[in-house]
């Protein structure tokens, strides 16, 4: 009997576990939210390179649609809400020709279309190849996914295409050694990445992807890409039916510079002062033997990408020239929220101060009394209180009440102490 009560007490914390919880819990939705406060709509902002990006399944059960953090809570409280973290180069949808006869509350003036957002099935609450919700009501354990840089999708790790998640680049302790992953899918048109070798690719993976060096050939082999072609509704082009390389794997033909280390600096500077190409190679005009297996990329790989003319040029053909900005990463986003939630924190204790300099002096004494009545309060509570006990709601309550006769008490001796003075 006596264990069976055990099982159902209830759980307690600590102020101190309780008070840190909630600083978790409030830096985790900044570093979701970029720091948006959801005050304003941001339609005005244009196309974002990232915000946080909500679909409301009641309002647009085709998944064809997103909404702003302000939008989500101001216009489709108590709906059907799917949360997809965050959303490159995409603008608020609330409110314009895909919801009807429904109208933004914040900012009704919208454009009829966004035509340069991008939707996939995650905007219908899917994810992965499997297409299955998160969190799965169909598994009792969920399992944490991999978000893929490029389309923005997420994979459950048996899905996406490895032998063995073994072949995930982590330490000893599981933690992964990787900053980017790239799915098998988008690895299509990203294949030129492997040219990089070991400058970007995560020690500990893509150990198979050999490369070829050719010295006699100019350019990479026209070949029909093995893997398919197609175009996704985020406008990276790949296929969705993805077969095994025709090549075998045999990997890239790279041209005649390609057998030079390649560094960080990207781009190198010939005698006549031209920018020239790091891989030595067009791919404008040339199509990689390609190897459809996931991509893990090592820190500040971005950094490494060559920016010549050419291959700029075969970013925008793309339409993956944000591989370039370095703003576009999570990291990036995710540091922007920090800086600014550490201005949010020291504009509020510059208000308090503000808010303690025009108080009056009396004021300022009632106020400091309070606290060092709360904080005498306390430590008498805490002080004969027996520690083997939880601490519940009454003696909370307790506490509070001990406050309010303490200060009934002060006003009663100050009105005694003023009638005296008046009667003398």
Not at 65 to 90: M, P, Q, Y
Not at 120 to 130: E, V
Not at 155 to 184: A, N, Q, T, V
Not at 380 to 404: G, P, R, Y
Request: charged share 30%; proline share 2%.
């Amino acid at each position: 009997m006596d264990s069976a009560f055990e099982d159902e007490a209830e759980h307690t914390v600590s102020i101190q576990e309780y008070l840190k919880d909630v600083e978790d819990q409030e830096l985790e939705a900044d570093l979701v939210l970029g720091g948006d406060e959801g005050k304003e709509c941001t339609y005005n902002n244009g196309y974002m390179k990232r915000q946080a990006i909500f679909s409301c399944l009641t309002c647009t059960p085709d998944g064809n649609a997103g909404v702003c953090t302000a939008c989500s809570l101001s216009c489709h409280d108590g709906h059907e809400i799917v949360e997809l973290w965050t959303k490159r180069n995409f603008r608020c949808d609330c409110g314009n020709s895909k919801f009807g006869e429904f109208f933004c509350k914040l900012f009704p003036n919208k454009d009829v279309e966004n035509v340069e957002n991008s939707y996939n099935h995650n905007f219908k609450g899917l994810y992965c190849t499997c297409g299955r919700p998160y969190p799965d009501p169909d598994v009792e354990d969920q399992v944490e996914m991999i978000q893929c840089c490029v389309c923005e999708d997420w994979f459950h790790e048996e899905h996406i295409g490895l032998d063995s998640s073994d072949e995930i680049p982590r330490d000893e302790e599981g933690e992964p050694l990787y900053e980017d992953f790239i799915c098998k899918g988008c690895s299509v048109i990203c294949s030129f990445l492997r040219l990089y070798s070991q400058t970007i690719l995560a020690a500990g993976s893509q150990k198979d992807s050999s490369i070829n060096t050719g010295k006699d050939k100019e350019v990479l082999e026209d070949v029909t890409l093995a893997c398919g072609s197609g175009k996704l509704e985020n406008n990276i082009s790949h296929s969705s039916n993805i077969s095994e390389p025709v090549s075998g794997g045999e990997g890239l033909l790279l041209g005649e510079n390609s057998g030079k280390n390649i560094g960080s600096d990207q781009c190198t500077t010939d005698d006549n002062s031209q920018v020239t190409c790091v891989l030595g190679v067009n791919l404008v005009d040339a199509s990689p033997v390609l190897e459809c297996k996931p991509l893990f990329l090592s820190k500040n790989w971005r950094d490494a990408l060559c920016r010549c003319e050419k291959c700029s040029e075969f970013y925008e053909q793309k339409h993956i020239r944000f591989l370039l900005d370095k703003e576009d990463t999570i990291m990036e986003y995710e540091k922007m929220a920090k800086q600014k939630r550490e201005e949010k924190l020291q504009q509020q204790e510059g208000a308090e101060l503000t808010m303690l300099d025009k108080l009056g002096h009396v004021e300022k004494i009632e106020i400091l009394n309070g606290i060092a009545d709360m904080k005498d309060e306390l430590r008498s509570f805490l002080e004969s209180f027996d520690t083997s006990k939880a601490i519940t709601s009454d003696d909370v309550h307790q506490v509070f009440e001990n406050l309010a006769k303490k200060r009934r008490r002060v006003e009663v001796c100050i009105c005694t102490c003023f009638q005296n003075v008046m009667m003398t």
